[in-house]
């Protein structure tokens, strides 16, 4: 990296630590706070992101950028950062949409002003940016550690900001003991890593896992898997992402849902990628057989939600589940020898994470718009939005084509890419555990059939039809730099979506630092216009192409619309009512009615509780009054989670007999434990 | 280019003509006589000559939804080989990109049911992305079957690849995924046991409840868009699974000896389709995934035959 790339990269980080010093010292003047710390924050994200871009495209392999940023007194902790592939792509990908939300929390954050103190907020929220790309960065265990920790924390205080609400604070704890579960993993794995390294910077831990013996490497894989697992929402440890996500600050939970558990995957990346080595099959097999779970399992419940950010929420363990499929595929390949396989299958995972970055942090920023505006997440509680808020319905629409895996837009291009690798999969694997890939080729068909399913109920309650409330009736479109921020992820939508193979040109470096084989030469057909899945040429795509021939293809019915419009008069008149005095917004179809046959399909999963009371005057066929009541059960919280809180719980009320109060027993503790300890070094 | 433009009019003129063709021998089974063969030709010139009604409460995605509807059916079958083998599109697109702009003009479709406010349309915006989302594994594992064996998603490959001689009629694995994707086609084409095309009782309807505020230009696109779809789906079956007669070069001949083989084959698998719904009674709506999950199975099936049948 030239010095140019290392000025910018500097200015950014030190950008986020002005920034968030800038909500602090104005935090007594709300509205400066807020466009001082969000502003500063969007020129440093800006600045991170085109130093990160400009050593991606400038890489040469084997000479990575290096930068000491402080000096320290303690031994082992180094604070140098290095700008590998891997780490500058995920900064990329940080920095783009911290670009995006910084500039709509401009706009955003104004309606906490006089509420709540808006430089916290903004500290916060900059710190969190900052700790993040530091994890991306960082060379050291000991400062990934600090990173990770301090991004831990800070987003603990984000999702807690509004603590004056019960579920805020509640699901603050949650996400707060799980993540400290996770770092107690990760710990332990990096204890056995440097064991073996004998030394703790990252750049002496590639291809580690060739020297290590197979339980010490097995248990570092199991560790890792559930550290990063836990932090990137992974089925069954992924609990606490449904309750934090929603009820932090919109642009947060943007955030959390579109970069914060990229860093599960990017741990993932790095350790099972950089540092094990030639991977055993079961890992693959496990890590594909976790993703496909969660992908189902995922949008399933996110099927069953009616608060529009927990609908959201339930769609990043889908998504996660997805770019695990592509990992774990690529690892099993890479078990068999297959490079480029293997490489095709990590660029189809690491292509869906910048997608999955993009539109989920696009949804929620369009939940945010939606939420500021009604002052609900029920989604019962919306509707005929699209008339209200035009740009922001367009936007979130845009969102929900490119979440659905619909084409021309970008999710359907990292899943198209995820479907040839599972099909080659087949012929290159010679176990029976060939068999899945196309079941997990299929699971992802159910998964993105079902994701279309939800996204045309989230879009349709939400934004079309009669408004069902006061509130939905009178909202009101919001500001321009809440557009602009959205308008900016959505843009990145089109693009990705468009254009694959100048995304996978400049992700090469990436594919061939990990699964060491190029691979944008390979899939690009005509000048780059079309994408193909390999050599062999098994299946082609572009999207661009579908849609100037769809563009052209329009000109047919619009041809006939022009010659007929000059005869042609279009009415407007009542929707057909079956004869009664018009329709009320109660007659529309609800979102729990939208779901309903998904859920009596899966009445195993969803145990679905209703509740009916009727109160008559004289004739059964006419109540006076109905109750009605409906839920579904998350079997994950009331089958694992409540008995193992409860077991805690117990336990640690045992333990409270020790914990007398008196000195003596304390004293006697500390002589039987040097007693014991005696005992053992002898 | 010549290619796209003759395939696109193939589209558009047959689409119709198949449609009324299942009606009418439909209509003779049940001893009826039946609307003549050109009706839904009457119909569409009709509708695209009527005034429009639009719903008060719908908004801009209503009056776009059907250009969406129409203009994917139309990508996705220029995807599939019809008379000759080489698809127009076959570059830009294989069997993923099909099922992506169908889900697409799905999509549209079930967003243009919940606009105008009705519970009938929401109603059947509902039922067709569920039935849509438990047809899809098994169009997705069928399909997978197909390609593992070509080792390519290009349709255009798929069927080269079905014509060589090696590749037998009774080969298990063909058998079970041709019969797999034909329950695909029943409920991707909304026909009974799965969906009534017929019926206009609101509370059983899925496809129609979607379009009942549509009128004039709009429902034309959207029925047109309707038959195309069905059009592509079944020539997807017929020209996978029995390729024979399918114009291997581009000469006057072949592409004249292609379309007739073409027609015949499409007038066989409408008899299968009307032969289905004249002897079956429609499901119940919770009584559907029961048929889905068997096409489901079948399709396994046949994917663990290619071991047993290298």
């Known amino acids: 990296m030239d010095a140019l790339g290392a000025l910018l990269l500097a200015a950014g980080l030190s950008g986020y630590v002005v920034a968030a010093a800038a909500g602090l010292l104005t935090a007594r003047r709300g509205a400066i706070a807020v466009t001082l710390s969000f502003g500063l924050g969007a020129m440093a994200a800006a600045s991170v992101g085109a130093a990160a871009m400009v050593s991606l495209l400038t890489h040469s392999a084997g000479n990575d950028a290096t930068l000491q940023l402080l000096p320290t007194m303690i031994p082992s902790l180094r604070f140098s950062i290095r700008l590998d592939p891997l780490g500058a792509f995920f900064a990329v990908i940080v920095s783009l949409v911290a670009l995006a939300l910084s500039i709509y929390s401009v706009g955003y954050a104004r309606h906490y002003v006089g509420r709540k103190n808006v430089g916290i907020l903004g500290a916060f929220f900059n710190l969190l940016l900052l700790a993040t790309t530091l994890v991306f960065l960082a060379d050291n265990v000991f400062f990934f550690l600090l990173a990770w920790e301090i991004m831990a924390l800070s987003a603990y205080c984000l999702v807690s900001f509004e603590h004056e609400v019960d579920e805020a604070r509640s699901a603050g704890v949650l996400y707060f003991v799980m993540s400290h579960i996770g770092t107690g993993c990760l710990i332990l794995g990096f204890f056995l890593l440097s064991q073996a390294a004998g030394a703790y910077n990252f750049a002496s831990f590639h291809a580690l896992g ?61 350790v ?62 890479l078990h068999t020898g297959h490079k480029a396989l293997a490489a095709l299958a990590l660029a189809a995972g690491l292509y869906h994470t910048i997608n999955h970055a993009v539109f989920k942090a696009l949804l929620f920023l369009g939940a945010g718009a939606v939420l500021q505006s009604t002052g609900t997440r029920n989604m019962e509680e919306m509707g005929g939005l699209i008339r209200r808020l035009p740009r922001t319905a367009f936007f979130f629409l845009v969102g929900a084509v490119a979440i659905s895996a619909l084409p021309p837009l970008n999710g359907f291009v990292s899943e198209w890419l995820t479907y040839q690798a599972l099909l080659r999969g087949f012929d290159a694997t010679p176990s029976l555990f060939r068999l899945m890939f196309p079941l997990a080729g299929a699971m992802l068909a159910l998964t993105g059939a079902l994701a279309a399913a939800c996204f045309v109920k989230a879009f349709g309650i939400t934004f079309l039809a009669q408004p069902r409330s006061e509130a939905a009736a009178r909202a009101h479109e919001v500001g321009p730099a809440m557009l602009i921020g959205q308008g900016i992820l959505a843009g990145a939508c089109v693009l990705l979506g468009l254009f694959p193979v100048a995304f996978l040109t400049l992700l090469d470096p990436v594919i061939a630092q990990l699964a060491g084989h190029p691979l944008a ?80 399909i899966f009445k195993a999963l969803f145990r679905p509780h209703r509740e009916v009371q009727r109160e008559y005057d004289f004739s059964p066929y006419f109540a006076k009054t109905l109750r009605f009541e409906s839920h579904t059960e998350e079997i994950f919280q009331t089958r694992i989670y409540r008995p193992l809180h409860g077991f805690v719980l117990r336990f640690s009320r045992r333990l409270r007999a020790l914990q007398a109060g008196s000195l003596q027993a304390y004293l006697m503790y500390v002589f039987a434990m040097l007693l014991g300890l005696l005992l053992f070094a002898l | 280019m010549i290619a796209l433009a003759l395939q696109t009019l193939l589209l558009l003129g047959l689409s119709p003509l198949v449609t009324g063709a299942i009606r009418l021998g439909k209509a003779r089974l049940q001893n009826r006589r039946g609307p003549p063969l050109w009706q839904p030709y009457a119909d569409l010139a009709k509708f695209l000559r009527k005034d429009m009604v639009v719903s008060e409460h719908a908004s801009w995605i209503f009056s776009v939804a059907p250009y969406i509807v129409f203009v994917t059916a139309l990508l996705a079958g220029l995807m599939v080989p019809m ?35 009705s519970a009938f349309g929401g109603m059947g915006s509902s039922r067709e992305m569920t039935i849509a989302a438990i047809a899809e594994p098994a169009m997705m594992l069928a399909i997978f079957t197909v390609a593992l064996a070509a080792g390519s998603t290009d349709l255009t490959r798929i069927v080269q690849t079905t014509l060589e001689p090696a590749w037998g009629l009774a080969n298990p694995m063909h058998v079970l ?63 996978i699974f029995f390729p024979a007669g399918i114009a291997t070069e581009i000469t006057p001949t072949a592409l004249g000896a292609g379309l007739l083989a073409y027609a015949a084959k499409l007038l066989l698998l409408s008899t299968a389709i009307v032969l289905v719904e004249t002897t079956n009674a429609k499901l119940r709506l919770f009584r559907v995934p029961d048929l889905l999950s068997i096409a489901f199975a079948v399709a396994l099936l046949a994917l663990f035959s290619t071991f047993l049948f290298p």
């Open chain 1, 272 to 333: 099972l990628f950089d540092f094990m080595g030639t991977p055993p099959n079961w890992w693959g097999v496990t890590v594909l057989a976790l993703g496909t779970v969660s992908a189902v399992l995922g949008v399933l419940y996110a099927l069953m939600e009616h608060d529009l950010k927990r609908l959201l929420a339930y769609h990043s363990v889908e998504n996660i589940g997805i770019i695990l499929m592509g990992l774990g595929a690529s690892l099993m390949f």
């Open chain 1, 521 to 600: 030469a390979e899939l690009s057909l005509a000048g780059g216009l079309v994408l193909s899945s390999g050599a062999a040429g098994p299946g082609t795509v572009s999207t661009l192409g579908i849609l100037m021939t769809g563009v052209a293809l329009l000109s047919l019915p619009l041809a006939w619309r022009l010659v007929h419009a000059r005869r042609e008069q279009t009415r407007t008149g009542p929707t057909w009512d079956c004869g009664l005095a018009g329709l009320t917004p109660r007659m529309e179809y609800t979102a729990t009615g939208f779901s309903k046959p998904i859920r009596m």
């Open chain 2, 177 to 239: 995924a041709f019969a797999a994707l034909f329950i695909v086609l029943l409920a991707e084409t909304g026909r009974i046991p799965i969906d009534n095309p017929a019926t206009h009782l609101e509370l059983t309807m899925i496809h129609e409840a979607m379009l009942l505020e549509y009128s004039g230009r709009q429902l034309a696109l959207m029925e047109w868009g309707a038959s195309i779809k069905q059009l592509v789906l079944m020539t997807l079956l017929v020209n």
């Open chain 2, 83 to 117: 008379v000759s083998v080489a698809a127009p599109l076959s570059l830009f697109g294989g069997a993923l990109a099909l099922v992506g702009l169908l889900a697409l003009g799905r999509f549209f479709l079930a967003l243009g049911g919940l606009d105008p406010a």
């Open chain 1, 210 to 270: 060739e020297k290590m013996a197979a339980g010490p490497r097995n248990a570092a894989f199991l560790l890792f898997l559930a550290g990063f697992g836990i932090k990137a929402g992974i089925v069954p440890v992924h609990v606490w992402l449904p309750a934090a996500h929603p009820v932090a600050p919109s642009n947060v939970s943007a955030l959390m849902s579109g970069v914060l558990i990229k860093t599960g995957i990017y741990g993932l990346a790095r």
